[in-house]
């Protein structure tokens, strides 16, 4: 298990940016390190993932819009977005966990779970 915390969250308008970040208690370099969000009145769906072996997968919905990145000496993962829509609105979590690619969209793949930023995109 490690504490993950998000920050970043805000209100941007449809087109805008926003950078999340998440700080883990231990060495990220030892997970898969993951962005998923939660809609009102939806299931929590995946966003991207930054596996160990630093390859990266995205959701469709986000792909060319998002970037995730980590940086191990801090022990953070990045989410930069970009072009934000309306349907980006929801509350923004960072995960931790050892996956395979089969599972990786899943939340119960993942162990170790932040609280969670809020993303509100309005006009």
């Known amino acids: 298990q490690v504490q993950l915390v998000e920050s970043g969250g805000g209100l941007v308008q449809p087109g805008g940016s926003l950078r999340l970040s998440c700080a883990a208690s231990k060495p990220n370099s030892a997970y898969d390190m993951a962005w998923f969000r939660q809609a009102p009145g939806k299931e929590r769906e995946f966003v991207a993932v930054?596996?160990?072996?630093?390859?990266?997968y995205y959701a469709d919905s986000v792909k060319g819009r998002f970037t995730i990145s980590r940086d191990s000496a801090k022990n953070t993962v990045d989410l930069q977005m970009n072009s934000l829509k309306l349907e980006d609105t929801g509350l923004y979590y960072c995960?931790?966990?050892?996956?395979?690619?089969?599972?990786?969209?899943?939340?119960?793949?993942?162990?170790?779970w932040g609280q969670g930023t809020q993303v509100t995109v309005s006009s």
């Open positions: 930054h596996r160990r072996n630093n390859i990266k």
């Open positions: 995960a931790a966990g050892s996956i395979i690619l089969s599972t990786m969209r899943q939340t119960g793949t993942y162990h170790s």
